[in-house]
């Protein structure tokens, strides 16, 4: 009985010293598989800063990108292998003026990409709203890269999506129940509103004043209604607003086509172009969700937070140390001018430190 032990306990141990290395073969030759089958990336081959006139052919409106605060231009050459793509990456102030030259420039010859956020794709160009980058990738015309390579390109470029700290910088969406694809339009300042809506007089917007409009196109009812929601910093400019629209279109004074419909929410205007008839224009209005709240400002770029709050505090202990050496140099120069005024004038208030002074009252 103990030996047929000892020979079942043998064989054990001579099958797995078969199979150990095996194993480890076995791994190795996988992680070697996989080695041998990463494909090259899209890296940057090229970057030249250029001005907003000198990508005219891109389509670009130098007018209206300033407008959206694109101070800064570049054009990017991209490689992998033997293709090459271009693109032009302008950078705005912040994640929703990115997303305000996606909404302007987007046409209805564009589709979203699909599987990306604020991604419009169209036959020669896409455009991609990345935090607070604008960017045109340039579909090449001599290629033979299919949709889904092309799509591939884009992800590797500027990722899928923006990050979600700039997606909740943007502004809020307008309803998207019967509006009409790639409509929406956000726009910050006279020259992009007048050609995206051109039924709408700029003069009454008042974008001097840091008004924000938010304009889409909707169908129904066998007509097409346009839905405009414009933003002001205080409601007190919001009233002086309204009441010149009041004035300058009429609204709710009419019905029928050509009505504009309208009402005052908080530090919001919500209007309603050719809708038609009241309950239309109601019923575009109340899908609005609107909720005034406070936004924090974005942390400023460059060093942590954390580092610079060490900064601001080491700056306050120098301040201190600073005015306690100040009030001894202060106290040190007091009593070295007394003992000099001692010496030089004797008899002097200074040097005596009004010790032997007597007030005399000269009450009778």
């Known amino acids: ?154 992800i590797a470029i500027a990722g899928a999506a923006p990050s979600a700290n700039a997606m909740a910088l943007l502004p809020p969406s307008l309803p998207p129940n019967g509006m009409i694809p790639r409509s929406e339009k956000y726009v910050l300042g006279p020259v992009a509103e007048q050609k995206a809506i051109p039924s709408f007089p700029a003069k009454l917007v008042g974008f001097q004043q840091g008004a924000e409009l938010q304009a889409a196109a909707y169908r129904g009812n066998g007509q097409q209604a346009t839905l405009i929601l414009i933003s002001y910093p205080t409601i007190q400019i919001t009233r002086l607003r309204y009441n010149a629209m009041v004035q300058g279109l009429s609204v709710n004074q009419k019905s029928g086509p050509g009505a504009v419909y309208g009402k005052m929410k908080g530090t919001y205007v919500l209007l309603v172009q050719n809708a038609g008839s009241k309950e239309m224009a109601s019923r575009l209005m109340n899908g609005l969700t609107i909720k005034q709240q406070l936004s924090w400002d974005q942390p400023p770029p460059g060093k942590p937070v954390t580092v610079q709050m060490v900064h601001l505090i080491m700056g306050n202990i120098l301040l201190v140390v600073l005015l306690a050496c100040m009030a001894i140099c202060a106290g040190l120069l007091l009593v070295f001018s007394r003992r000099i005024a001692a010496r030089m004038f004797p008899n002097s208030d200074w040097a005596r430190g009004y010790e032997d002074s007597i007030i005399r009252l000269n009450l009778k």
């Open 1 to 154: 009985m103990l030996t047929l032990m000892r020979l079942i306990s043998l064989l054990s141990i001579s099958l797995w010293a078969l199979l150990i290395p095996g194993a480890v073969l076995a791994g190795a030759q996988r992680t070697t598989f996989l080695n041998l089958a990463q494909m090259p990336k899209w890296q940057v081959e090229s970057s030249q800063a250029v001005g907003l006139n000198d990508v005219l052919s891109w389509g670009v409106e130098p007018a209206v990108d300033v407008e959206y605060g694109v101070k800064k231009v570049e054009i990017r050459t991209y490689r992998q292998g033997d293709q090459t793509l271009q693109a032009v990456v302008e950078k705005t102030p912040d994640p929703s003026s990115a997303y305000g030259l996606l909404t302007f420039y987007q046409n209805e010859s564009m589709e979203p990409e699909k599987g990306m956020k604020l991604t419009a794709a169209g036959p020669d160009q896409a455009y991609m709203a990345r935090g607070p980058f604008f960017v045109r990738v340039q579909r090449p015309a001599k290629s033979k890269m299919s949709d889904e390579e092309f799509r591939a390109a884009l």
